[in-house]
């Protein structure tokens, strides 16, 4: 079965740090792209950032420069790593495998999100 | 960046109800686009692609068209298991963004 399970979760004190892990079953993480999206409590999604097959990393403009996505080939397991935390960065994040599409041309993706996790809750406050 | 402007932000509707929701981009993204479905307490689940393209397993019910700066998905007769939230997210470039979500709800 494909699975995706998220833990290190919990609550962090404003200028904190905190590392989430996502461990994956079923497929290998550095063969695939893969994200993070969080949601703050009773609001919307908000996609956090991404990882390439190859490495490449983009990030959501709110935490540029704070959060660090990695991956581990050993451990099969998706990271993110959350340096100073702020009160708006409080949500749950979730990590998802992204999957390539096409639809006539075969050299043009369409990435949709096809397997998340459960969910790992972040609270950060004093 | 590229902001998406879905609405409404929720919707009553009844069974068998056929409901639209749509998506505005601030610039063209081509089909560069894709639906979610979320239920409470529950990770989101993908419905559509490519802005028109429907995932495995997903029922024919739902639907999406558009291209550019506008998009709209259509359920065409609401079923008790589509009461829940739907988003849009767009992937033409980064950062990549959602719309702000629509929540069906039971009239």
């Known amino acids: 079965d494909v699975q995706l399970v998220e833990t290190g979760g919990g609550l962090i004190q404003p200028g904190g740090s905190l590392r989430l892990s996502c461990a994956a079953s079923?497929?290998?993480?550095?063969?695939?792209?893969m994200c993070w999206v969080r949601q703050a409590p009773g609001k919307g999604l908000e996609w956090v950032s991404i990882?390439?097959?190859?490495?490449?990393?983009y990030y959501a403009d709110s935490v540029k420069g704070r959060f660090t996505i990695t991956r581990d080939h050993s451990s099969n397991t998706l990271y993110l790593q959350m340096d100073s935390l702020r009160a708006e960065d409080t949500a749950v994040y979730f990590c998802?495998?992204?999957?390539?599409?096409?639809?006539?041309?075969?050299?043009?993706?369409?990435?949709?999100?096809?397997?998340w996790g459960q969910g790992a809750t972040v609270s950060v406050s004093s | 960046d590229i902001q998406m402007t879905q609405s409404p932000s929720s919707l009553s509707a009844s069974v068998g109800d056929r409901v639209t929701i749509t998506c505005r981009a601030s610039?063209?993204?081509?089909?560069?686009l894709g639906w979610y479905q979320q239920k409470p307490g529950k990770a989101p689940q993908r419905l559509i692609y490519?802005?028109?393209s429907l995932h495995s397993g997903v029922p024919s019910r739902f639907s999406g068209s558009g291209s550019g700066t506008e998009f709209t998905l259509t359920i065409s007769s609401l079923q008790p298991e589509d009461f829940a939230s739907y988003y849009c997210?767009?992937?033409?470039?980064?950062?990549?963004?959602f719309g702000q979500g629509t929540k069906v709800e039971v009239k």
């Open positions: 998802a495998r992204v999957s390539l599409d096409y639809v006539d041309d075969p050299t043009y993706y369409y990435y949709t999100l096809d397997v």
């Open positions: 079923g497929f290998t993480v550095i063969n695939n792209y």
């Open positions: 990882i390439y097959r190859g490495g490449t990393t």
């Open positions: 610039q063209g993204i081509r089909n560069d």
């Open positions: 490519a802005a028109s």
């Open positions: 997210l767009q992937h033409n470039s980064y950062p990549w963004t």
